[in-house]
């Protein structure tokens, strides 16, 4: 007698029916496959337009299992849908209504689905009809004088979250796992000389890198505001959060933003949005021209471009760069392994001055150098009025001497007297 066979009670019959359909359920599955918040957007809003394309009907989830049980029981049924939505792309590229790596995107979402509903789909023959996309976009990193009108755009916000990826290089995302508490800063003799920063803490995709004294101040400066609103600041408090209503005791009933109090994590997304608004408001974003599909700089992505520009042509090691943006160097991972202090040496060697914004502080840098330059000076001037004033001492002490007859005058004791002047 099967399993099916055996009289299970009302209750224990649901839990295994329920279990079977969570982990058979294509959509279920396609979901859990899905990890990041903005890849899991994306990718659902990809495979919705697929199979509106093939004509289903009803809620996304709805379509997506119509699909993979018709798929299921005819895969030439499914291997034909997908090569005709793909078709259509293909002329969609040619009539350059969209780019080619927007179609490569497609075919990741959909094929990430069939995957895991174990529609058996030759994705080989796919991809063999598929333009080849060029490996890294068209765009660029913005200016320096760009990043310094965005972070004019009037969010407390905004100065800390441009100054931080800028000086740091690190991917939108980290700022889903970015607490105070991960930043520390770097003394030297005495002075901020930089700040370490642990990205994408308690994952495995962990790592170092590091920022301007530029960016840390900033940083402290939103801290302790929020400090004196009244939150409970902790090494555990997000780096970024909502903002909150400033008269909102006496505007209770009136107020959509948040409470100082219960602060809320500002994620990524919001993280882009914020630089978005910043840059549509300062007349850095403009609608694209006919036939152009992107802007001149993505929206976060060129800081990081930015900080990887501005560290070589400073001088950081290439490879040092790489670390510090948290890539893969290929089979060096399992060679080159610097420690933080080298890192770090490397960085403020070269990229402090490149990295900084703000020209009040380069120009503070540059004040406090000559002031230093001129104190050396200042005291080697006094060394030798110093030197001076003990040599006219000597001379009018021997001349002394020689009036008293106690010394008689020889050309060769001038001479000496003579040869022990210092040159100024």
């Known amino acids: 007698m099967?399993?099916?066979?055996?009289?299970?009670?009302?209750?224990?019959?649901?839990?295994?029916?329920t279990l079977e359909t969570s982990t058979t359920d294509p959509w279920m599955l396609f979901l859990y496959a899905l990890k990041a918040p903005a890849t899991r957007d994306k990718y659902i809003e990809r495979l919705t337009k697929f199979l509106d394309f093939l004509g289903y009907?009803?809620?996304?989830?709805?379509?997506a299992r119509a699909f993979a049980a018709q798929a299921r029981a005819d895969p030439i049924y499914a291997f034909n849908c997908v090569l005709k939505f793909f078709q259509s792309k293909r002329e969609q590229i040619d009539r350059k209504e969209m780019a080619i790596g927007t179609v490569r995107n497609y075919v990741k979402s959909i094929k990430l689905f069939c995957d895991m509903a174990d529609l058996q789909i030759t994705w080989a023959k796919i991809a063999r009809g598929l333009p080849r996309a060029k490996r890294f976009a068209d765009d660029r990193?913005?200016?320096?004088?760009?990043?310094?009108?965005?972070?004019?755009y009037p969010d407390r916000r905004i100065k800390p979250v441009v100054c931080m990826m800028?000086?740091?290089?690190?991917?939108?995302g980290a700022?889903?796992?970015?607490?105070?508490?991960?930043?520390?800063?770097?003394?030297?003799?005495?002075?901020?000389?930089?700040?370490?920063?642990l990205v994408y803490a308690g994952t495995p995709d962990s790592y170092v890198?590091?920022?301007t004294p530029e960016a840390y101040r900033e940083v402290e400066t939103w801290m302790k505001f929020r400090k004196q609103c009244g939150e409970k600041?902790?090494?555990?408090?997000?780096?970024?959060?909502?903002?909150?209503?400033?008269?909102?005791?006496?505007?209770?009933?009136?107020?959509?933003?948040?409470?100082?109090?219960?602060?809320?994590?500002?994620?990524?997304?919001?993280?882009?949005r914020l630089i978005e608004r910043a840059l549509w408001a300062q007349g850095l974003r403009k609608d694209l021209e006919e036939g152009k599909?992107?802007?001149?700089?993505?929206?976060?992505?060129?800081?990081?471009?930015y900080f990887k520009t501005r560290c070589e042509l400073a001088g950081v090691k290439p490879i040092n760069v790489e670390n510090l943006m948290g890539h893969s160097t290929g089979i060096s991972d399992a060679y080159y392994r610097p420690n933080e202090s080298e890192l770090l040496d490397d960085y403020l060697k070269a990229a402090i001055d490149s990295l900084t914004i703000d020209d009040t502080r380069r120009l503070k840098i540059e004040v406090e150098t000559l002031r230093a330059d001129i104190s050396e000076l200042e005291q080697k001037d006094k060394r030798i009025e110093e030197l001076e004033r003990k040599q006219r001492q000597f001379e009018t002490a021997f001349q002394s001497l020689i009036d008293s007859g106690m010394v008689k005058p020889h050309i060769e004791s001038e001479s000496i007297i003579s040869s022990k002047k210092p040159d100024r």
């Not at 990193?141 to 004019?152: C, D, F, M």
Request: aromatic content about 4%.
């Open 166 to 172: 800028a000086s740091t290089g690190i991917r939108v």
């Open 57 to 63: 009907a009803g809620t996304k989830e709805e379509k």
């Open 2 to 17: 099967g399993i099916r066979d055996h009289v299970i009670p009302e209750k224990q019959t649901t839990t295994i029916i």
């Open 233 to 272: 600041i902790s090494s555990d408090s997000w780096v970024m959060r909502d903002l909150w209503d400033t008269e909102a005791a006496i505007r209770r009933n009136m107020h959509t933003t948040g409470v100082v109090t219960m602060p809320k994590k500002l994620s990524s997304v919001g993280v882009k």
């Open 141 to 152: 990193a913005p200016t320096l004088q760009e990043i310094r009108k965005i972070v004019e």
């Open 209 to 211: 890198t590091f920022m």
């Open 293 to 305: 599909k992107r802007h001149e700089f993505a929206t976060c992505h060129s800081l990081r471009k």
């Open 175 to 197: 700022w889903d796992h970015l607490k105070y508490g991960h930043i520390t800063p770097i003394e030297r003799e005495g002075k901020l000389a930089a700040a370490k920063v």
